[in-house]
């Protein structure tokens, strides 16, 4: 496994302006994800400062990167391209290449957690929409809601699943989704609206296709805060009452 050249080519993704880049906080709660050792941003900075260490992102991105077992890494990895990848696609799948090949001599890749999508990385995704909002920046909004729910729903799937985890397109993913869901109220005999299950798929297309028509990453007219609003809101309440069967 060639970490050095599989960092390198994450690191062009992360480091571009725009849906791919992560900051440092970002970057440290991905890795806190694996890793709840990892201190607060400020903290973290300031000890590598006391021990003369460099504080550029790529210096102490690879330093800590580097430190966690390999199993880790592999998981920091498939959690960044799971959520940004779909943005530089090229990238994306040059970084699982290298990753699948790994796979097939070392054994099948760990399997995701089921805290993978808990309530922190909720948060950090709905104070990033909500900042867009408060800056007038309502198309990043969008593009946020878009990659939140693809993130999510790809874990969700690859944990509870699995046969449909080469599905890449958020429709799709929402039907299987809620068909999964269906069956475990059924199975177990709890009664429920029909409509609450619908509304997964209704929000997840509200959110393509604005997304389509009015994101910063697609032409189209200018997105109007009431779309953010309302989609930023859906987003949290569809994420929240999906958590329940993770």
């Not at 990238?91 to 290298?98: D, H, P, T, V």
């Not at 805290?115 to 593009?143: A, F, K, P, Q, V």
Request: glycine share 4%.
């Amino acid at each position: 496994m060639n970490w050095v050249a599989i960092f390198n080519r994450l690191f062009e993704i992360i480091n571009t302006q725009g849906d791919t880049y992560y900051g440092g906080t970002r970057f440290l709660n991905t890795v806190r994800e694996v890793n709840y050792g990892v201190p607060a941003y400020q903290t973290f900075i300031d000890e590598r400062r006391q021990q003369n260490k460099s504080t550029s992102r790529r210096d102490y991105y690879f330093d800590l990167f580097m430190e966690q077992p390999e199993n880790d890494r592999r998981q920091i990895v498939t959690s960044i391209l799971d959520t940004v990848g779909h943005l530089e696609p090229e990238k994306n799948e040059a970084i699982r290449q290298l990753l699948g090949q790994a796979a097939q001599v070392q054994g099948p890749q760990a399997q995701i957690p089921e805290d993978i999508w808990n309530s922190d990385r909720l948060i950090e995704y709905l104070e990033r929409m909500d900042t867009s909002i408060n800056e007038g920046n309502y198309g990043h909004t969008l593009t946020l809601s878009y990659t939140c729910l693809e993130g999510f729903y790809k874990s969700f799937i690859r944990e509870r699943i699995p046969a449909q985890a080469a599905l890449t397109e958020l429709t799709p993913m929402a039907v299987q989704i809620r068909n999964f869901i269906k069956t475990q109220l059924d199975a177990n005999g709890i009664e429920y609206p029909d409509q609450v299950l619908t509304l997964i798929s209704t929000v997840t297309n509200a959110v393509c296709n604005a997304r389509n028509n009015f994101s910063d990453s697609h032409s189209g007219n200018r997105a109007e805060k009431w779309v953010a609003v309302y989609l930023r809101d859906n987003v949290n309440s569809i994420i929240k009452m999906i958590l329940n069967f993770i």
